[in-house]
């Protein structure tokens, strides 16, 4: 079963951080570029961050830019989303995303995690 | 930043009954336009990508068409677990969301 499983959220202040991983399982990760979305409370899916299949290219939102990074490591199939700096914003559930096709960085998404809550408050 | 504008942001439909929703496109997004479906507690599903390509298990009521910058899904008949927040989202530059459209049962 293609399967994608999020960890590592949690109720953080604001200014500090926290780092989320997504395990992958059921596919060929390594082929894909992957991408973290959030939604947060009482609004819609923004797109925050992908990485290239191979891991060296990345993007970010502008919203996050300089404040996260994203990282993968293909022989654990897992990814990550290290984020500094949090803001009261940033409170959202968060998602890892695979999309329908390999190779590329922005296409629609078709395997979702079920997704990891960041709560970000005093 | 391309914007994504769908609408209206809630829709009521009788079960049986047709819906279409509408999103629009801050700038052309050629046929990079997919659409999701997303009920409390879930992770979003793909119904539609290419503007009108079905995902896999997707039934045949649920269709998409337009192009450029104006799109529609439309869902030929409602059936009970169709009641859900909508999103389209484009991917002809970095991903981007519209606010959604809540179908709700009238």
């Known amino acids: 079963e293609v399967q994608l499983v999020e960890s590592g959220g949690g109720l953080v202040q604001p200014g500090g951080s926290l780092r989320l991983s997504c395990a992958a399982s059921?596919?060929?990760?390594?082929?894909?570029?992957m991408s973290w979305v959030r939604r947060a409370p009482g609004k819609g899916l923004e797109w925050v961050s992908a990485i290239s299949a191979g891991g060296a290219g990345s993007q970010f939102a502008d919203s996050v830019q300089g404040r996260f990074t994203i990282s993968r490591d293909n022989s654990k199939n897992t990814l990550d989303l290290q984020m500094n700096s949090l803001r009261v914003e940033d409170t959202a559930v968060y998602y890892c995303?695979?999309?329908?096709?390999?190779?590329?960085?922005?296409?629609?998404?078709?395997?979702w995690g079920q997704g990891t809550m960041v709560t970000v408050s005093s | 930043e391309i914007v994504m504008t769908q609408s209206p942001a809630t829709l009521s439909v009788s079960p049986g009954e047709r819906a279409t929703l509408s999103c629009r496109a801050s700038?052309?997004?050629?046929?990079?336009l997919a659409w999701y479906q997303q009920t409390p507690g879930q992770a979003p599903r793909l119904l539609i990508y290419g503007v009108s390509t079905r995902a896999t298990g997707i039934p045949a009521r649920f269709s998409g068409s337009g192009s450029r910058t104006e799109f529609t899904l439309t869902i030929s008949s409602l059936q009970s677990e169709d009641f859900a927040v909508y999103y389209c989202q484009q991917y002809n530059n970095w991903p981007s969301f519209g606010q959604g459209t809540r179908l709700e049962i009238k």
């Open positions: 700038q052309s997004v050629s046929s990079n």
């Open positions: 059921g596919f060929t990760f390594s082929n894909y570029a």
């Open positions: 995303a695979r999309p329908v096709v390999t190779a590329t960085l922005s296409y629609a998404f078709d395997i």
